[in-house]
């Protein structure tokens, strides 16, 4: 099997599994579904399919979603997108759109999963009040909305960064240095 020689390797496995769950479709999940999440559970696999999209396998009998794509040691901001395509094939399965990226960019590059338990709620909820404020109050017009969605997502990330329980003085530090006036503001009010 590819997933016992290449424990760290990255893995796209694409195929169909006849099997239905509710996490890629939204039937419930049968027996094989069962044993296909126990399969992505015990290795640790992502679970690429959209439950929202329209079925991998259509025949005159029925629809279903039995084609998966799984990833291993890939990041979701690595997958750009995943589509089926409702064309006509010469089979009753579907076309499976899967485009992945590993080129970085500044998205990709700021992008990290943060879970709430490791975070300051309050200081979070207040810091992304303020950032919200600032930006429903901002005039953006169609020339500049990408710089306001980089703006936005870049004050965001440094808000979660900032707002963690676990970490040093000395990077929330560094961190609001470079941080836009949203976040200086901060820490002048919490300064004595």
Known sequence: MILNNNDNDRTITMGDFNSKSNVWSPRETDRRGE?????????????????????????????????????????????REWKVLDQETLRDHRLILTEVNFQKNERTELRKILKLQDMKILDFKTDLK?????????????????????????????????????????????????????LKSREEKSEP
């Open 35 to 79: 044993e296909a999440l126990n399969f992505i559970s015990r290795w640790n696999i992502s679970v690429v399919n959209d439950p929202n999209s329209i079925p991998t396998h259509s025949c005159t009998k029925r629809e279903s979603s039995v084609d998966l794509t799984l990833t291993r040691n890939i990041d979701d901001r690595h997958i």
């Open 130 to 182: 303020e950032l919200i404020n600032t930006f429903s109050e901002a005039d953006i017009t169609n020339e500049i909305q990408e710089d306001y969605i980089d703006k936005f997502y870049e004050g965001f990330y440094l808000i979660c960064e900032i707002d963690q329980k676990n970490i040093s003085e000395n990077k929330r530090k560094k961190m609001q240095s470079r941080a836009n006036p949203i």
